[in-house]
């Protein structure tokens, strides 16, 4: 039994651990980080000297809320979000700095892969810690209500594996996505730039058609029963 | 139809999908796959459902402290997720083994889950043993909860405590109570009361042999023929009274003063009735019920059925009129009275009153008076908490004592039972004694 919490745990942990790293590389790869430690006055230069610390200060915010807290992962996930945002946006196509009129752009040293990586890490853990923090609460719930805390036990072992094996195979389909819609885009973006505007709305409008069809027609075919 | 938690990551995909449009961000788009990809491999999984279940038999009647096997075997063929079997049950009942909540985990394959336990009922009364309540549960909370329950209630009647009577037989010699309890009459003018149906012996009347009867056990090869016996005249008869005020519910809910005076009430009429002797009863402070003097095991189940749901009443000093509405019946069988009540409450006075009564029905005779007043000490069954209230309860005992003084003074036999310390059959015991 004790085992088994200190495996959900520690894959907490691991989780936390890993977010927050991802979310310190993403943040020093941006060059906010760099522009940040260069604007510093010199009489503030220990800002500069600590802003490792603080990174690592999200580790340890992220510990006390969600594994000693029992809290919920938004507060801890929005701070990882924001730390990684410079770079994610970085890979916009719309530049929104220059629509406002600003010369400002941000740039990272992170890849188009990596940058999907760890933005398809952080809402897989997002969804993740959520989902870990609700078992633990349903957990809690049923020893509360007398259940044998073997029954339990298995209950929960059988739940986290199947969970965290979804959210693995929706992790890997979301990278397989986004590496398939870059290989796509680049593969078919010469010949869609001559296809006229109207066509590929008409080609789209007409795909969602044929797919609402084809869905009807399934839902149809259902037994009544079920 | 979908969760909060469903709707939640739903919400999740649409911002991060617009956003990314907003932005222009193929990052930000292709993430906000993740938990659409999430909530629709989760979806494909239904919860369980059940496909059909068998039940244990629940026995019934039983008595009081009785224990109860309660068993359930449920089949899930569809579906994955976790599965919760709850059997409810009545406030007075205790789980004594086993578990009545199971919370078990459902693969691909079917599985068939057992639920079993045993209960002791703790407090008399007519109980229903609700059915049997299943939930399957999505294994990430993506769908609603189903649902439902499975077979109908089962009526579980508990019976109070009776007397074990072995320990009375056999105990020769005067009593010093004038209580009838061995001089009953054996010989007397049959009445058409019907008593029991035994086999036939030498100088048994024709005309009792039950033919019908007969003929049945003929035809397993048995050719004795039955006859059928009949009360008889002349039997004595026993007045049980029983207080049923609110004042008596000192204690706990299912250990307290009146459910004491329930199961002596009970154990006094089985022990009477089983001997034939003719008994009716009254309770009073209540509403007021009277049961017409009779023989025979009917008149047991009578009252044990009344003894069974019987509430208490807001009356406290109603035993005088109760001696007074019994008169007709006092007078004219003369019967030994039995009292049921609890002395430590502070209502002496009406209890005096009440015994003076019954002395006066009886006339001028000097003889001792056939009125034994059973006294539970209720402030011995009150929960205590430290030595004081052990005194306390022993003080408020010697405080009636001039009560119980001058209810023998006026012929009543008084006996104290304190639960606590002894059983009832123990406390009669005492009263036995041999000149």
Redesign the interface.
């Given at each position: 039994m004790k085992r088994r919490a200190t495996a959900i745990s520690l894959i907490e942990l691991a989780l936390i651990l890993s977010l927050s790293a991802a979310g310190a590389y993403a943040f020093a790869s941006s060059n906010l980080y760099s522009l940040l430690q260069g604007n510093i006055r010199p009489e503030y230069s220990f800002f500069a000297y600590f802003m490792p610390v603080i990174l690592w200060g999200l580790l340890i915010f992220g510990l006390t809320t969600i594994i000693v807290g029992g809290l919920d992962a938004g507060g801890f996930i929005g701070l990882v979000a924001l730390f990684s945002l410079p770079s994610?946006?970085a890979?916009?196509?719309?530049n929104?700095f220059g629509v406002f009129g600003t010369e400002f752009g941000l740039t990272t040293s992170l890849s188009?892969q990596e940058?999907?990586w760890l933005?398809?890490l952080?809402?897989?853990g997002?969804?993740v810690l959520g989902?870990m923090r609700?078992f633990k609460q349903?957990r809690q719930r049923?020893l509360d209500?007398?259940?044998?805390p073997a029954?339990?036990g298995?209950?929960t072992l059988?739940?986290h594996l199947?969970?965290l094996s979804?959210?693995a195979?929706?992790?890997a389909?979301?990278a397989a996505?986004?590496l398939l819609?870059?290989s796509l885009?680049s593969l078919t973006f010469g010949r869609l730039e001559h296809l006229p505007w109207n066509a590929i709305l008409l080609g789209l409008a007409s795909a969602v058609l044929l797919a609402a069809y084809l869905l009807w027609l399934g839902a149809r075919r259902k037994p009544k029963g079920r | 139809m979908l969760t909060s938690?469903s709707v939640r990551?739903i919400t999740?995909f649409t911002g991060?999908l617009l956003c990314g449009l907003?932005?222009?961000?193929?990052?930000?788009i292709?993430?906000?796959?993740?938990?659409l990809?999430?909530l629709l491999?989760?979806l494909l999984m239904e919860p369980p459902a059940h496909s059909s279940f068998s039940a244990g038999r629940v026995r019934s009647p039983v008595w009081i402290g009785d224990e109860i096997d309660i068993s359930w075997s449920v089949t899930m063929s569809r579906g994955?997720g976790?599965i919760?079997l709850f059997q409810e049950l009545p406030q007075s009942f205790t789980l004594v083994e086993g578990?009545n909540?199971?919370?078990?985990?459902k693969?691909w394959g079917p599985r068939t889950v057992l639920l079993s336990c045993k209960v002791r009922c703790a407090k008399r009364g007519i109980y229903t043993l609700p059915p049997l309540k299943w939930e399957a549960r999505h294994?990430?909370?993506l769908s609603q909860t189903r649902q439902g329950v499975l077979g109908e209630g089962v009526g579980v009647v508990v019976r109070p405590k009776v007397l074990n009577l072995k320990q009375f037989r056999g105990v020769p010699g005067i009593a010093t109570s004038p209580f009838p309890m061995i001089d009953m009459a054996r010989i007397g003018v049959a009445t058409t009361d019907f008593r029991e149906i035994r086999s036939y012996v030498h100088g048994d009347p024709v005309k009792n042999i039950n033919w019908k009867a007969t003929a049945r056990r003929a035809v397993q090869s048995e050719f004795w023929p039955l006859v059928n016996e009949y009360e008889v005249e002349g039997k004595k008869a026993i007045w049980l009274f029983l207080d049923a005020s609110s004042v008596l519910e000192i204690g706990t809910d299912l250990q307290n003063a009146f459910e004491y005076c329930l199961e002596a009430a009970n154990s006094v009429a089985y022990y009477f009735l089983d001997r034939g002797y003719r008994l009716g009863m009254y309770i009073f402070n209540d509403t007021g019920r009277l049961f017409y003097p009779e023989t025979s095991k009917k008149q047991f189940l009578k009252i044990s059925r009344e003894l069974i749901g019987l509430e208490a009443g807001d009356g406290y000093d109603e035993f005088p009129k109760a001696v007074e509405r019994c008169r007709s019946y006092i007078v004219g069988h003369n019967p030994a009275c039995v009292v049921i009540t609890r002395l430590d409450s502070g209502q002496g006075d009406a209890m005096l009153q009440g015994v003076r009564k019954l002395r006066q029905f009886r006339g001028r005779r000097r003889r001792r008076l056939p009125v034994m007043v059973l006294s539970v000490a209720g402030y011995h069954v009150a929960s205590r908490r430290d030595q004081y209230d052990d005194n306390t309860a022993l003080l408020l005992q010697l405080e009636t004592r001039p009560l119980v003084q001058q209810l023998r003074r006026l012929g009543a036999s008084v006996l104290e039972w304190n639960p606590r310390q002894e059983g009832f059959g123990t406390a009669l015991l005492r009263q036995v004694k041999v000149r």
């Open positions: 994610i946006l890979h916009n196509s719309v929104w188009f940058a999907l933005a398809a952080i809402v897989a997002y969804v989902q609700a349903s049923l209500r007398g259940a044998d029954d339990i298995q209950v059988n739940s199947l969970f979804v959210a195979v929706a992790l389909l979301t996505v986004g819609s870059r885009e | 938690y990551i999740l991060l907003l932005l222009g961000n193929v990052i930000i292709t993430a906000s796959l993740s938990p990809a999430l491999i989760g994955l976790i919760s578990n909540l199971r919370v078990l985990w693969g294994v990430f909370g």
